[in-house]
Structure formats: structure tokens, C-alpha cells
């Protein structure tokens, strides 16, 4: 081979490594391999003609706002700590669902307690979408002990409803985040859903959360079907010095979520959060490609949580979209958003009941800290305010 025959064929390659680097991560990120690798990466193919369809606006997106430093600057942001958040976000939680509180209360309260009433308790508790279960539960609890214990008076009356809200929500549960991976690995936490309940800004929120309690984090963009979205958890990252790691738009969401938690494994993070594509849940092939997202992220390090982000106005749909991807990729949390702009609170006990799982995070306002930690008693206590 000449000299200059020897030049053409390294100046091909270039090209073609060039080429296959379509899928270079920009600002805030990090170079994926070339399509080829790739392939080799995520080895099954599941072919579809979805989209995460309907393609709504962004309506998930949240723009972190004032302008703050960003990456590079001397001081980066330092979110709120969890714990300062529950007084904050506990009264607007009372103000949005006091309807409910006062509801359930304005029934107990009266002289006489006769079957009429207690419809009227049940509907109540339909309407806030607690379901036909445990409202009847709810209520015949109640009627037991208002019988039982001679209950009269408002004041005990509330002493009961509040003790067996409680129980229905269920203070026992474990609703810790498990961003903590075994064997030196990094937790990995997935995030799921259909379109506009706000996963990418549930994904940036808990970035802040984790942030506050002084983890280390990597973000992957694993939405790959909107550009907006990348960006906009890029934003997030760097308000708080955390990378994003995203491909290139219709990338294999996979793949991302693959490098995304390879970059975590490399850097010994505490935590990998993989935001993906909303979708609906009565789309199978795109169902299919979310369970493949995870095994292929499992080739790194185990997934820690599959959180469900749920949209709080939607009530009892919300059950259906919860069940089914329950079935693929095995919930182990649900995240309630908009849970302010409702008087629906009653979907906490709902999912529960549905999956099995917890409620772990609630969703109150458009603030950049306002994701919080869920309780039981504090949720109670403000529906009773």
C-alpha cells in the first residue's frame, strides 16, 4: 500500500468515526459511542412505528426560574433541604384540598348520623377519587366506632376520621428514595410515565433534593424524542452542577440510559436518574421499548427505583396507566404531581392500593424546590386544616 493510498483510507475512517458520532452529546454532556457499538450495547431490537404520542406541547417542562450562576461560575445554587419543605408545602396542601377535609368533617359534625349521612361521607370520597374500596373501608370503620365509643362531638369526631385516614394512607410504609446502589455501584433511579404529568421536572426537582443531602449525581436524558426536553434537564443540571448525559434527537433511549449510568459507574456518583419519553400507556411497542430501557440499563448497574410520575388531576385514569406500566417495568414508587391544583387528594390511597407501592414524592406548585417527600400525617393533618 502507498504512502498515499494509506492517507485516503485513514481519511475514510475519520468520516465514518466521524459520522457515527452523530450522536455526540452537547452542552452539559458526553459522547455516545457510534451506532455500531451501540447495537452491540442494547442487542435487542424492537421495532415499532410509535412516537410517544399525542405530541403535546411541553407542558411537563418547567424553566428553572431566576436567573441564577450556572456551571463555572464560583457559587453554584443550594436547593432547600427536604425537611424545610414539608411546613412550606403543607399549607398548600390544606388550601387546595380543604374542600375534602372540611367535606368528611361537616358530615361527622352533625347532631345526627343517619344512613342519608353516611351516602353522602361515601360520596364525598368517591369524588375524591380514595375508590370504591377503601372508602368503603373508610366508612365502615367509622360507623363502628361513632357506634362503639358514643361519639358525639365534633371534636371526637375528628380525633377519628383523622386516625383512620391515617391508617388508610398508611404511615408504615417505606417511602424512602433508594439512591443508594449495592457493591460500590450507583443507585439508579428510572422515571416513568405518559405525556405531560412532568417527568423531566420531577427528574430536575430530585436532582435538587439529592443534591441538598449532599449525593452525588449524573442525569440521563433518555427522551430522546424531544430535543426541548434534553435541554431543559441540561438547565436543571447545571444549576446544581450535576451532568447530563444525552444523544442525539431519535436516539435509542437505551443507549442513553446505558451511558448514562456507564458515566455514573466511571465517576462513583451516589445516584443515576434516567429521565424517559412520556407514553401512553395503551401504545404497546412503546411499552416494549420501556422495558427494554431497563434491562439495558441493568447491564451496568441494577435499577434502585422505578418511579411512576402521576398527574393528580387525573384521577381514577391515572389507576389505568399505573397498572399497566406496573406490568412492564415493576413500579416501586409513585410520584404525584400538580397535586396543589386538586381537590383529588384521595388518589394517594388509590394507587397505593393499585400497585402496591408507596407514594414517596408529591408534586405542590411551579417552584424549582417544590417536590417534597411524602408523609402520611402531615398529608392527613393538612386535609383536616
Do not use: Y
Request: aromatic share 2%; net charge negative; charged share 25%.
Amino acid at each position: 500500500m502507498t504512502l498515499t493510498t494509506l492517507i485516503i483510507v485513514l481519511v475514510a475512517a475519520v468520516v465514518v468515526i466521524g459520522g457515527g458520532t452523530a450522536l455526540l452529546v452537547r452542552r452539559g454532556g458526553r459522547a455516545l459511542p457510534p451506532p455500531d457499538v451501540l447495537d452491540a450495547i442494547t442487542e435487542e431490537q424492537i421495532d415499532h412505528p410509535e412516537h410517544p404520542e399525542p405530541h403535546l406541547p411541553d407542558e411537563d417542562l418547567v424553566e428553572p426560574a431566576d436567573e441564577g450562576p450556572a456551571v463555572g461560575t464560583a457559587t453554584l445554587e443550594r436547593p432547600d433541604a427536604p425537611q424545610g419543605r414539608l411546613v412550606r408545602l403543607r399549607a398548600r396542601l390544606a388550601r387546595s384540598q380543604s374542600s375534602l377535609g372540611q367535606g368528611l368533617l361537616a358530615v361527622l359534625g352533625r347532631d345526627h348520623l343517619d344512613d342519608a349521612a353516611w351516602e353522602e361521607l361515601e360520596d364525598t370520597l368517591l369524588a375524591a377519587d380514595v375508590g370504591i374500596g377503601p372508602t368503603t373501608e373508610l366508612v365502615d370503620a367509622l360507623r363502628t366506632r361513632v357506634r362503639v365509643e358514643g361519639i358525639t362531638t365534633p371534636e371526637a369526631a375528628r380525633a377519628a376520621l383523622r386516625e383512620e385516614l391515617v391508617r388508610l394512607v398508611d404511615p408504615t410504609l417505606d417511602r424512602s428514595v433508594k439512591a443508594q446502589g449495592a457493591d460500590g455501584k450507583p443507585g439508579v433511579v428510572l422515571m416513568v410515565g405518559v405525556n405531560g404529568v412532568g417527568k423531566t421536572t420531577t427528574v430536575g426537582r430530585l436532582a435538587r433534593i439529592l443534591v441538598a443531602e449532599d449525593k452525588t449525581v449524573v442525569l440521563g436524558a433518555a427522551d430522546t424524542f424531544r430535543a426541548a426536553a434534553a435541554e431543559q434537564l441540561v438547565t436543571w443540571g447545571e444549576r446544581v452542577g450535576v451532568e447530563t448525559v444525552r444523544g442525539a434527537e431519535q436516539a435509542d433511549p437505551a443507549s442513553v440510559g446505558f451511558e448514562a449510568v456507564k458515566k455514573g459507574v466511571e465517576d462513583g456518583v451516589d445516584v443515576v436518574l434516567v429521565d424517559t419519553a412520556g407514553r401512553l400507556h395503551t401504545k404497546t411497542g412503546l411499552m416494549d421499548e420501556l422495558g427494554k430501557v431497563k434491562r439495558v440499563v441493568e447491564k451496568q448497574a441494577p435499577v434502585t427505583e422505578v418511579l411512576l410520575v402521576i398527574d393528580a388531576t387525573t384521577g381514577q385514569n391515572g389507576l389505568t396507566q399505573a397498572r399497566v406500566f406496573g406490568e412492564v417495568v415493576e413500579i416501586t414508587g409513585v410520584v404525584l404531581t400538580k397535586l396543589d391544583g386538586t381537590a383529588k387528594g384521595g388518589i394517594v390511597v388509590a394507587v397505593q392500593r393499585e400497585l402496591g407501592v408507596p407514594v414517596k414524592l408529591v408534586g405542590l406548585g411551579e417552584g424549582v424546590d417544590d417536590l417534597a417527600p411524602f408523609d402520611a400525617q402531615e398529608f392527613v393533618d393538612a386535609l383536616l386544616t
